[in-house]
Structures are given as C-alpha cells and as structure tokens.
C-alpha cells in the first residue's frame, strides 16, 4: 500500500513539472485590449525576459516606426545576440538590448527574437497594429 502511493506521489510530480515546463516557454502578451500567446524562443534573452515576468507584468509604449512595427521602450537591458533577421507578422524582437519590437509586416534588420505570437493571421495583426500608438503588456501564461 505504502509503495502504491509513493509511486502515485511520484508520478503526480512528474507530470506537474512537465506541464509547468511545456509552460514555461509561453507566455501571453496584450496589446490594445487583444490578448495573444507567445512562444519564447530558446536564448538568453527570452531566459531573462521570462525571469522578469516571473516579477510582474512589463508594460511598453510603443509607438508605430515604418509601417511594419511597434517599438518601445522596457526600461532594461536583457543580453542580445543581434543578427541581421527577416522579421515577420507576430515576431516579437529585442532591438539594441532594451527596446521591444512587435511586427505587423516584414522587415530585415539586426534583431534578438524574442518570441513569436502564436495562431493569429498577418491581417489581424496588421488591424490590430497598424494605427496609433499602442500599450503592449506582457505577463506569464
């Protein structure tokens, strides 16, 4: 009986800490009241950006540059490994270590990404980015 319910214990541990992994590279991101996945990707600085989430939300206002982005301000500094990339729709980037970038059209430029929106269409980004200023809000899943 002991051992069932050790293995019971255990199993249940497992599965609770491969859940909260498969989570811990998502995180949500709001913007002009639409809320949307983020897949983080895989660097240091989507590691440090999701430790500063795991402290509050982060909010950036952003403001529209070239017809293709939103950028703004964070109010730190994460690690960069900037390369010359193709943005497209929904990538969300890191520009010169403090400025968060989020596009709604292609462009070519020296990025860190940072994560990727996840199941929304290029037109309803473009919609939802393409006019004003905007208040983009980031926070944990």
């Not at 929304?120 to 006019?131: A, G, H, P």
Request: glycine share 6%; aromatic share 8%; no cysteine.
């Amino acid at each position: 009986m002991i051992k069932r319910v050790i293995i019971m214990v255990a199993v249940f541990f497992l599965v609770i800490s491969s859940v909260s992994a498969a989570d811990d590279n998502m995180i949500k991101l709001n913007v002009n009241n639409n809320t949307f996945d983020v897949k983080l990707e895989k660097n240091p600085a989507a590691d440090e950006l999701f430790k500063k989430l795991q402290e509050g939300n982060i909010t950036v206002n952003a403001k529209d540059y070239g017809g293709f982005e939103k950028v703004g301000n964070l109010g730190f500094n994460l690690p960069s490994n900037d390369e010359d990339v193709m943005a497209s729709p929904g990538d969300l980037m890191l520009y010169q270590s403090n400025q968060l970038s989020l596009f709604y059209n292609d462009h070519t430029w020296d990025y860190t990404k940072l994560g990727e929106i996840q199941n929304v269409s290029s037109d309803k980004l473009k919609n939802i980015l393409s006019t004003g200023d905007a208040t983009i809000t980031l926070s944990l899943k």
